[in-house]
Protein backbone atom coordinates (compact mmCIF):
# COMPACT_ATOMS: atom_id res chain seq x y z
CA UNK A 1 0.00 0.00 0.00
CA UNK A 2 2.74 2.16 0.07
CA UNK A 3 2.52 3.52 -3.28
CA UNK A 4 -0.67 4.90 -2.46
CA UNK A 5 -1.44 8.01 -4.10
CA UNK A 6 -2.09 10.97 -2.20
CA UNK A 7 -3.72 14.40 -3.20
CA UNK A 8 -0.73 17.02 -3.93
CA UNK A 9 -2.33 19.84 -1.79
CA UNK A 10 -4.77 20.92 0.70
CA UNK A 11 -6.30 23.01 -1.79
CA UNK A 12 -5.91 20.46 -4.37
CA UNK A 13 -8.09 17.78 -2.40
CA UNK A 14 -10.89 20.55 -1.54
CA UNK A 15 -11.23 21.52 -5.18
CA UNK A 16 -11.16 17.94 -6.27
CA UNK A 17 -13.77 16.94 -3.52
CA UNK A 18 -15.83 20.23 -3.96
CA UNK A 19 -15.85 19.38 -7.92
CA UNK A 20 -17.42 15.92 -7.34
CA UNK A 21 -20.20 18.00 -5.15
CA UNK A 22 -20.67 20.96 -7.65
CA UNK A 23 -22.37 19.29 -10.62
CA UNK A 24 -25.66 18.75 -12.74
CA UNK A 25 -27.02 18.73 -9.66
CA UNK A 26 -26.17 22.68 -8.60
CA UNK A 27 -26.74 23.63 -12.33
CA UNK A 28 -29.68 21.84 -13.63
CA UNK A 29 -31.32 20.47 -10.84
CA UNK A 30 -31.29 23.16 -7.78
CA UNK A 31 -32.59 26.00 -9.46
CA UNK A 32 -35.86 25.23 -11.17
CA UNK A 33 -36.43 22.78 -8.10
CA UNK A 34 -35.89 26.02 -5.39
CA UNK A 35 -37.83 28.09 -7.87
CA UNK A 36 -40.94 26.01 -8.25
CA UNK A 37 -41.05 24.95 -4.69
CA UNK A 38 -41.24 28.06 -2.90
CA UNK A 39 -37.65 29.99 -3.58
CA UNK A 40 -35.66 30.96 -0.12
CA UNK A 41 -38.46 28.87 2.00
CA UNK A 42 -37.10 25.89 -0.06
CA UNK A 43 -33.58 27.04 0.24
CA UNK A 44 -33.70 27.39 4.20
CA UNK A 45 -35.28 23.49 4.39
CA UNK A 46 -32.22 22.50 1.99
CA UNK A 47 -29.26 24.26 4.07
CA UNK A 48 -31.00 22.63 7.29
CA UNK A 49 -31.03 19.50 5.46
CA UNK A 50 -27.23 19.77 4.47
CA UNK A 51 -26.36 20.54 7.93
CA UNK A 52 -27.95 17.75 9.72
CA UNK A 53 -28.10 15.21 7.07
CA UNK A 54 -24.76 15.84 4.97
CA UNK A 55 -22.53 17.28 6.98
CA UNK A 56 -22.10 14.22 9.57
CA UNK A 57 -22.27 11.74 6.73
CA UNK A 58 -19.59 13.96 4.23
CA UNK A 59 -17.47 13.94 7.84
CA UNK A 60 -18.51 10.11 8.22
CA UNK A 61 -17.27 8.94 4.55
CA UNK A 62 -13.93 10.81 4.46
CA UNK A 63 -13.05 9.49 8.06
CA UNK A 64 -13.10 6.10 7.05
CA UNK A 65 -11.51 6.53 3.61
CA UNK A 66 -8.40 8.42 5.55
CA UNK A 67 -8.69 6.08 8.44
CA UNK A 68 -7.98 3.38 6.25
CA UNK A 69 -6.53 4.45 3.04
CA UNK A 70 -9.19 2.37 0.85
CA UNK A 71 -11.83 2.59 -0.96
CA UNK A 72 -15.20 1.63 -0.17
CA UNK A 73 -15.38 -2.44 -0.02
CA UNK A 74 -12.00 -2.26 1.46
CA UNK A 75 -12.74 0.38 3.99
CA UNK A 76 -15.54 -1.40 5.42
CA UNK A 77 -13.95 -4.92 5.31
CA UNK A 78 -10.87 -3.55 7.05
CA UNK A 79 -13.09 -1.72 9.75
CA UNK A 80 -15.59 -4.15 10.23
CA UNK A 81 -13.57 -7.43 10.59
CA UNK A 82 -14.64 -8.48 7.02
CA UNK A 83 -17.93 -9.28 7.86
CA UNK A 84 -20.93 -8.17 6.06
CA UNK A 85 -20.37 -4.52 5.77
CA UNK A 86 -18.49 -4.68 3.36
CA UNK A 87 -21.56 -4.89 0.98
CA UNK A 88 -22.21 -1.24 1.78
CA UNK A 89 -19.15 -0.85 -0.13
CA UNK A 90 -20.11 -2.72 -2.66
CA UNK A 91 -23.61 -1.26 -3.11
CA UNK A 92 -20.96 1.86 -3.62
CA UNK A 93 -19.32 0.62 -6.52
CA UNK A 94 -22.87 -0.65 -8.02
CA UNK A 95 -24.25 2.77 -7.91
CA UNK A 96 -20.90 4.21 -9.33
CA UNK A 97 -22.06 1.68 -12.64
CA UNK A 98 -25.33 3.14 -12.18
CA UNK A 99 -25.34 6.86 -12.16
CA UNK A 100 -22.22 7.53 -14.23
CA UNK A 101 -24.24 5.54 -17.30
CA UNK A 102 -26.86 8.42 -17.58
CA UNK A 103 -24.85 10.82 -15.93
CA UNK A 104 -22.42 10.68 -19.24
CA UNK A 105 -25.09 10.62 -21.57
CA UNK A 106 -26.33 14.15 -19.97
CA UNK A 107 -22.30 15.01 -20.07
CA UNK A 108 -22.94 14.70 -23.93
CA UNK A 109 -25.57 17.29 -24.54
CA UNK A 110 -23.84 19.95 -22.39
CA UNK A 111 -20.94 19.41 -25.12
CA UNK A 112 -23.15 19.41 -27.82
CA UNK A 113 -24.50 22.39 -26.64
CA UNK A 114 -21.43 23.95 -26.14
CA UNK A 115 -20.36 23.91 -29.59
CA UNK A 116 -24.20 24.24 -30.70
CA UNK A 117 -24.31 27.92 -29.10
CA UNK A 118 -20.72 28.60 -30.35
CA UNK A 119 -21.94 28.27 -34.00
CA UNK A 120 -24.49 30.35 -33.65
CA UNK A 121 -26.69 27.42 -33.67
CA UNK A 122 -29.45 29.30 -30.56
CA UNK A 123 -30.00 32.12 -33.42
CA UNK A 124 -33.05 30.32 -35.19
CA UNK A 125 -34.35 29.13 -31.76
CA UNK A 126 -35.19 32.95 -30.27
CA UNK A 127 -37.42 33.43 -29.02
CA UNK A 128 -39.64 30.12 -29.84
CA UNK A 129 -39.85 27.39 -26.84
CA UNK A 130 -41.69 25.40 -29.34
CA UNK A 131 -39.22 24.73 -31.89
CA UNK A 132 -36.40 24.93 -29.08
CA UNK A 133 -38.06 22.06 -27.57
CA UNK A 134 -38.89 20.50 -30.45
CA UNK A 135 -34.89 20.33 -31.57
CA UNK A 136 -33.70 18.97 -27.77
CA UNK A 137 -36.61 15.71 -28.12
CA UNK A 138 -35.55 15.50 -31.68
CA UNK A 139 -31.67 15.42 -30.36
CA UNK A 140 -31.89 13.09 -27.03
CA UNK A 141 -34.32 10.85 -29.17
CA UNK A 142 -31.97 10.32 -32.14
CA UNK A 143 -29.62 7.97 -32.28
CA UNK A 144 -26.34 8.37 -33.46
CA UNK A 145 -25.60 12.11 -32.69
CA UNK A 146 -26.23 12.14 -28.85
CA UNK A 147 -24.04 8.67 -28.46
CA UNK A 148 -21.32 9.92 -30.20
CA UNK A 149 -21.35 13.37 -27.61
CA UNK A 150 -21.46 10.77 -24.97
CA UNK A 151 -18.92 8.41 -25.64
CA UNK A 152 -16.54 12.02 -26.46
CA UNK A 153 -17.78 13.20 -22.48
CA UNK A 154 -16.83 9.10 -21.46
CA UNK A 155 -12.99 9.68 -23.26
CA UNK A 156 -12.54 13.21 -21.35
CA UNK A 157 -13.45 10.98 -18.40
CA UNK A 158 -11.00 8.24 -18.63
CA UNK A 159 -8.62 10.23 -20.15
CA UNK A 160 -8.32 12.23 -16.59
CA UNK A 161 -8.75 9.24 -14.58
CA UNK A 162 -6.21 7.11 -15.95
CA UNK A 163 -2.93 9.80 -15.27
CA UNK A 164 -4.08 9.44 -11.89
CA UNK A 165 -5.12 11.28 -8.54
CA UNK A 166 -2.62 14.09 -8.75
CA UNK A 167 -1.66 14.40 -12.11
CA UNK A 168 -5.39 13.68 -13.19
CA UNK A 169 -8.41 14.18 -10.97
CA UNK A 170 -6.22 17.16 -8.85
CA UNK A 171 -4.93 19.03 -11.61
CA UNK A 172 -8.22 19.12 -13.59
CA UNK A 173 -9.85 20.28 -10.91
CA UNK A 174 -7.34 22.89 -9.84
CA UNK A 175 -8.51 24.24 -13.82
CA UNK A 176 -12.18 23.66 -13.97
CA UNK A 177 -13.42 24.84 -10.37
CA UNK A 178 -11.89 28.44 -10.61
CA UNK A 179 -13.08 28.68 -14.28
CA UNK A 180 -16.79 27.46 -13.44
CA UNK A 181 -16.70 30.05 -10.28
CA UNK A 182 -15.19 33.06 -12.73
CA UNK A 183 -17.37 32.19 -15.63
CA UNK A 184 -20.54 31.65 -13.38
CA UNK A 185 -19.59 34.81 -11.48
CA UNK A 186 -19.21 36.99 -15.36
CA UNK A 187 -23.22 35.67 -16.02
CA UNK A 188 -24.51 36.50 -12.83
CA UNK A 189 -23.25 39.67 -13.71
CA UNK A 190 -24.15 40.25 -17.23
CA UNK A 191 -28.13 38.83 -15.78
CA UNK A 192 -28.30 41.63 -12.89
CA UNK A 193 -27.33 44.05 -15.02
CA UNK A 194 -30.24 43.22 -17.73
CA UNK A 195 -33.15 45.28 -17.02
CA UNK A 196 -35.89 43.34 -14.92
CA UNK A 197 -33.05 40.77 -13.88
CA UNK A 198 -33.47 42.08 -10.40
CA UNK A 199 -36.62 40.24 -10.36
CA UNK A 200 -35.07 36.62 -10.72
CA UNK A 201 -33.83 37.18 -7.62
CA UNK A 202 -37.04 37.96 -6.28
CA UNK A 203 -38.16 34.55 -7.74
CA UNK A 204 -35.21 32.45 -6.16
CA UNK A 205 -34.69 34.03 -2.68
CA UNK A 206 -38.00 35.38 -1.58
CA UNK A 207 -39.22 32.91 1.27
CA UNK A 208 -43.02 31.82 -0.65
CA UNK A 209 -43.71 29.40 2.77
CA UNK A 210 -46.92 28.70 1.35
CA UNK A 211 -45.71 26.77 -2.11
CA UNK A 212 -43.51 24.80 0.62
CA UNK A 213 -44.94 21.54 0.95
CA UNK A 214 -43.91 17.71 2.18
CA UNK A 215 -43.24 16.32 -0.61
CA UNK A 216 -40.40 19.60 -1.41
CA UNK A 217 -39.02 18.72 1.90
CA UNK A 218 -38.76 15.23 0.55
CA UNK A 219 -36.84 16.50 -2.37
CA UNK A 220 -34.50 18.86 -0.47
CA UNK A 221 -33.39 16.19 1.51
CA UNK A 222 -32.54 13.61 -1.66
CA UNK A 223 -30.82 16.27 -3.38
CA UNK A 224 -28.35 17.04 -0.39
CA UNK A 225 -27.44 13.22 -0.58
CA UNK A 226 -27.15 13.95 -4.67
CA UNK A 227 -25.14 17.68 -4.39
CA UNK A 228 -22.81 16.16 -2.22
CA UNK A 229 -22.06 13.21 -3.95
CA UNK A 230 -23.05 10.77 -0.97
CA UNK A 231 -24.12 7.36 -0.36
CA UNK A 232 -21.74 6.00 -2.81
CA UNK A 233 -18.40 5.99 -1.29
CA UNK A 234 -16.94 9.31 -3.67
CA UNK A 235 -15.97 10.40 -0.72
CA UNK A 236 -14.53 7.57 0.86
CA UNK A 237 -12.45 7.23 -1.96
CA UNK A 238 -11.71 10.97 -2.21
CA UNK A 239 -10.75 10.68 1.73
CA UNK A 240 -8.64 8.03 1.19
CA UNK A 241 -5.80 9.76 -0.62
CA UNK A 242 -5.50 12.29 2.37
CA UNK A 243 -2.49 12.35 5.02
CA UNK A 244 -3.39 12.48 8.65
CA UNK A 245 -2.16 16.27 8.78
CA UNK A 246 -5.58 17.68 7.44
CA UNK A 247 -8.65 18.81 9.37
CA UNK A 248 -11.19 17.08 7.87
CA UNK A 249 -13.84 19.55 9.81
CA UNK A 250 -13.01 22.65 7.79
CA UNK A 251 -12.23 20.71 4.81
CA UNK A 252 -16.22 19.78 4.80
CA UNK A 253 -17.22 22.69 5.77
CA UNK A 254 -14.83 24.39 2.53
CA UNK A 255 -17.02 21.58 0.34
CA UNK A 256 -20.24 22.51 1.56
CA UNK A 257 -19.76 25.90 1.36
CA UNK A 258 -18.38 25.76 -1.77
CA UNK A 259 -20.94 23.52 -3.56
CA UNK A 260 -23.84 25.74 -2.12
CA UNK A 261 -22.84 28.70 -2.90
CA UNK A 262 -22.35 27.79 -6.79
CA UNK A 263 -25.88 26.56 -6.52
CA UNK A 264 -27.19 29.65 -5.57
CA UNK A 265 -24.58 31.46 -8.29
CA UNK A 266 -26.49 29.30 -11.26
CA UNK A 267 -29.60 29.94 -9.63
CA UNK A 268 -29.09 33.56 -9.63
CA UNK A 269 -28.02 33.54 -13.56
CA UNK A 270 -30.39 31.58 -14.89
CA UNK A 271 -33.37 33.53 -13.17
CA UNK A 272 -31.95 37.20 -13.94
CA UNK A 273 -31.70 36.37 -17.49
CA UNK A 274 -34.75 34.27 -17.93
CA UNK A 275 -36.83 36.82 -15.86
CA UNK A 276 -35.05 40.11 -17.96
CA UNK A 277 -36.26 38.45 -21.13
CA UNK A 278 -40.06 37.67 -19.78
CA UNK A 279 -39.40 33.84 -20.57
CA UNK A 280 -41.14 31.25 -18.46
CA UNK A 281 -39.69 30.59 -15.29
CA UNK A 282 -41.46 27.83 -14.51
CA UNK A 283 -40.69 25.32 -17.50
CA UNK A 284 -39.06 22.96 -14.95
CA UNK A 285 -36.09 20.28 -16.23
CA UNK A 286 -36.22 21.68 -19.46
CA UNK A 287 -35.47 25.12 -18.23
CA UNK A 288 -31.70 24.60 -19.18
CA UNK A 289 -31.79 22.97 -22.52
CA UNK A 290 -35.10 24.22 -23.87
CA UNK A 291 -36.00 27.72 -22.47
CA UNK A 292 -32.31 29.14 -21.65
CA UNK A 293 -31.27 28.19 -26.07
CA UNK A 294 -34.46 30.63 -26.84
CA UNK A 295 -32.99 33.51 -24.78
CA UNK A 296 -29.39 33.96 -25.20
CA UNK A 297 -29.61 35.38 -28.83
CA UNK A 298 -31.96 38.20 -27.36
CA UNK A 299 -29.11 39.87 -24.77
CA UNK A 300 -25.91 41.44 -26.23
CA UNK A 301 -23.15 38.71 -27.25
CA UNK A 302 -25.64 35.96 -26.34
CA UNK A 303 -23.55 33.58 -28.92
CA UNK A 304 -20.45 33.83 -26.23
CA UNK A 305 -22.65 33.57 -23.19
CA UNK A 306 -24.61 30.77 -24.14
CA UNK A 307 -21.56 28.82 -25.11
CA UNK A 308 -20.18 30.10 -21.37
CA UNK A 309 -22.99 28.34 -19.68
CA UNK A 310 -23.34 25.09 -21.34
CA UNK A 311 -19.27 25.04 -21.19
CA UNK A 312 -19.21 25.40 -16.97
CA UNK A 313 -22.15 23.17 -17.42
CA UNK A 314 -19.89 20.52 -18.96
CA UNK A 315 -17.09 21.33 -16.71
CA UNK A 316 -18.79 20.74 -13.59
CA UNK A 317 -20.40 17.71 -15.11
CA UNK A 318 -16.87 16.24 -15.97
CA UNK A 319 -15.30 16.76 -12.49
CA UNK A 320 -18.32 14.80 -10.76
CA UNK A 321 -18.20 12.27 -13.38
CA UNK A 322 -14.56 11.51 -13.07
CA UNK A 323 -15.36 10.81 -9.46
CA UNK A 324 -17.68 8.28 -9.76
CA UNK A 325 -15.70 6.66 -12.07
CA UNK A 326 -12.64 6.69 -9.71
CA UNK A 327 -14.41 5.14 -7.17
CA UNK A 328 -14.75 2.29 -9.93
CA UNK A 329 -11.01 2.06 -10.75
CA UNK A 330 -9.80 2.43 -6.81
CA UNK A 331 -11.59 -0.86 -6.05
CA UNK A 332 -9.92 -2.63 -8.83
CA UNK A 333 -6.91 -1.30 -8.28
CA UNK A 334 -6.87 -1.87 -4.42
CA UNK A 335 -8.81 -5.18 -3.97
CA UNK A 336 -7.88 -7.07 -6.83
CA UNK A 337 -4.61 -5.45 -7.51
CA UNK A 338 -5.19 -4.48 -11.17
CA UNK A 339 -3.02 -1.71 -13.01
CA UNK A 340 -5.45 1.76 -12.81
CA UNK A 341 -5.28 1.82 -16.76
CA UNK A 342 -6.62 -1.57 -17.55
CA UNK A 343 -9.37 -0.95 -14.99
CA UNK A 344 -10.45 2.38 -16.09
CA UNK A 345 -10.36 1.66 -20.16
CA UNK A 346 -12.09 -1.61 -18.90
CA UNK A 347 -14.91 -0.24 -16.68
CA UNK A 348 -14.85 3.02 -18.44
CA UNK A 349 -15.68 1.12 -21.54
CA UNK A 350 -18.27 -0.98 -19.94
CA UNK A 351 -20.45 2.26 -18.41
CA UNK A 352 -20.13 3.75 -22.06
CA UNK A 353 -21.22 0.91 -23.47
CA UNK A 354 -24.15 0.64 -20.69
CA UNK A 355 -24.71 4.52 -21.26
CA UNK A 356 -25.15 3.75 -25.42
CA UNK A 357 -28.38 2.03 -24.31
CA UNK A 358 -29.31 4.89 -22.15
CA UNK A 359 -29.30 7.36 -24.49
CA UNK A 360 -31.05 5.21 -27.05
CA UNK A 361 -34.06 4.52 -25.15
CA UNK A 362 -34.78 7.71 -25.21
CA UNK A 363 -35.82 7.23 -29.01
CA UNK A 364 -37.17 4.85 -30.30
CA UNK A 365 -35.59 2.15 -28.56
CA UNK A 366 -36.49 1.59 -24.69
CA UNK A 367 -35.77 -1.98 -23.34
CA UNK A 368 -37.48 -1.35 -20.21
CA UNK A 369 -40.90 -0.45 -21.88
CA UNK A 370 -42.66 -2.64 -19.77
CA UNK A 371 -41.83 -0.36 -17.11
CA UNK A 372 -43.31 2.46 -18.26
CA UNK A 373 -40.41 4.60 -17.89
CA UNK A 374 -37.30 5.17 -20.30
CA UNK A 375 -34.33 2.78 -19.14
CA UNK A 376 -32.60 6.38 -18.74
CA UNK A 377 -35.23 7.57 -16.12
CA UNK A 378 -35.17 4.30 -14.32
CA UNK A 379 -31.10 4.50 -13.81
CA UNK A 380 -31.78 7.81 -12.66
CA UNK A 381 -34.61 6.81 -10.13
CA UNK A 382 -32.78 3.84 -8.87
CA UNK A 383 -29.99 5.72 -7.90
CA UNK A 384 -31.28 8.87 -6.51
CA UNK A 385 -33.85 7.70 -4.89
CA UNK A 386 -32.81 4.47 -3.47
CA UNK A 387 -29.31 3.60 -3.91
CA UNK A 388 -27.58 6.53 -2.56
CA UNK A 389 -29.95 7.24 0.48
CA UNK A 390 -29.67 3.70 0.96
CA UNK A 391 -26.06 3.81 1.19
CA UNK A 392 -25.73 6.90 3.18
CA UNK A 393 -28.51 5.43 6.04
CA UNK A 394 -26.20 2.30 6.37
CA UNK A 395 -22.85 4.54 6.25
CA UNK A 396 -24.69 6.17 9.61
CA UNK A 397 -25.68 3.11 10.91
CA UNK A 398 -22.40 1.61 10.41
CA UNK A 399 -20.43 3.83 12.19
CA UNK A 400 -22.88 3.85 15.10
CA UNK A 401 -22.92 0.57 15.49
CA UNK A 402 -20.20 -0.96 14.59
CA UNK A 403 -16.99 1.77 14.34
CA UNK A 404 -18.40 3.31 17.11
CA UNK A 405 -18.25 7.54 17.94
CA UNK A 406 -15.45 7.53 19.85
CA UNK A 407 -13.13 5.81 17.48
CA UNK A 408 -15.14 8.36 14.46
CA UNK A 409 -14.36 11.42 16.72
CA UNK A 410 -10.74 10.08 17.20
CA UNK A 411 -10.35 10.53 12.78
CA UNK A 412 -11.51 13.89 13.35
CA UNK A 413 -9.44 15.51 15.58
CA UNK A 414 -6.34 14.23 13.79
CA UNK A 415 -4.89 17.75 12.20
CA UNK A 416 -7.56 19.95 14.52
CA UNK A 417 -5.45 22.14 16.65
CA UNK A 418 -7.39 23.48 19.16
CA UNK A 419 -10.81 22.14 20.64
CA UNK A 420 -13.07 24.26 22.77
CA UNK A 421 -14.98 21.59 24.34
CA UNK A 422 -14.93 18.45 25.57
CA UNK A 423 -14.66 14.92 23.29
CA UNK A 424 -17.70 13.61 25.10
CA UNK A 425 -19.89 16.98 24.26
CA UNK A 426 -18.41 15.98 19.97
CA UNK A 427 -19.54 12.56 20.68
CA UNK A 428 -22.60 13.07 21.77
CA UNK A 429 -23.49 16.01 18.82
CA UNK A 430 -21.90 13.22 16.09
CA UNK A 431 -24.54 10.85 17.29
CA UNK A 432 -27.57 12.65 17.77
CA UNK A 433 -26.72 14.33 14.01
CA UNK A 434 -26.30 10.24 12.79
CA UNK A 435 -29.06 8.92 14.43
CA UNK A 436 -31.25 11.71 12.91
CA UNK A 437 -29.72 11.30 9.76
CA UNK A 438 -30.73 7.69 9.41
CA UNK A 439 -33.89 7.89 10.79
CA UNK A 440 -35.34 10.96 8.23
CA UNK A 441 -33.71 9.10 5.41
CA UNK A 442 -35.07 5.68 5.93
CA UNK A 443 -38.27 7.32 6.66
CA UNK A 444 -38.03 8.61 2.91
CA UNK A 445 -37.09 5.39 1.73
CA UNK A 446 -39.90 3.84 2.89
CA UNK A 447 -41.90 6.33 1.75
CA UNK A 448 -40.47 5.61 -2.00
CA UNK A 449 -41.17 2.42 -1.88
CA UNK A 450 -44.91 2.58 -0.79
CA UNK A 451 -45.00 5.00 -3.33
CA UNK A 452 -43.51 2.91 -6.01
CA UNK A 453 -45.30 -0.87 -4.44
CA UNK A 454 -49.08 1.05 -3.88
CA UNK A 455 -49.00 4.64 -5.91
CA UNK A 456 -49.66 5.77 -2.22
CA UNK A 457 -46.95 7.44 -0.50
CA UNK A 458 -47.11 8.41 3.18
CA UNK A 459 -47.63 12.32 2.36
CA UNK A 460 -50.51 11.35 0.11
CA UNK A 461 -51.67 9.11 2.14
CA UNK A 462 -51.48 11.92 5.21
CA UNK A 463 -53.78 14.15 2.58
CA UNK A 464 -51.41 16.35 1.41
N1 LIG B 1 -22.82 15.70 -6.80
C1 LIG B 1 -23.02 15.54 -8.20
C2 LIG B 1 -23.98 16.62 -8.71
O1 LIG B 1 -24.41 17.48 -7.99
C3 LIG B 1 -23.56 14.18 -8.56
C4 LIG B 1 -22.84 13.02 -7.96
C5 LIG B 1 -23.53 12.08 -7.21
C6 LIG B 1 -21.47 12.86 -8.11
C7 LIG B 1 -22.90 11.03 -6.60
C8 LIG B 1 -20.79 11.80 -7.50
C9 LIG B 1 -21.51 10.90 -6.74
O2 LIG B 1 -24.31 16.64 -9.86
Known amino acids: MNNREQWGSRLGFILAASGSAVGLGNIWKYPHMAGQNGGAAFTVVYLICILIVGLPI ?278 KGWSRNKATLLFGGVISLVGVFCSLSLGDFNITNFMQVSFFDFLDELSSKYMLPIGGALTALFILKKWSIPVFLDELLIGVKERKYEKSFYQNVLKICLIISSLIVGLIIINEVFDLLFDQSLQKMAGF
Open 58 to 335: LLGELAIGRNTQLSPVGAFNKLSGLSKWKWVGFLGVASAFVILSFYGVVGGWTLKYTILALSGGFDALSGQPDISGKVFSDFIGSSFQPVIWQLIFMSFCIGIIIKGVKSGIESGAKIMMPLILVILGLLVFKGLSLEGGKKGLEFLFKPKFSDLNPSSIVMALGHAFFTLSLGMGTMITYGSYLDKKQNLFSSAIWVILLDTFIAMLAGTAIFTIVFAMGADPSAGAGLIFVVLPTIFPQIGGGVIWGALFFFILFMAALTSAISILEVITAYFVDE
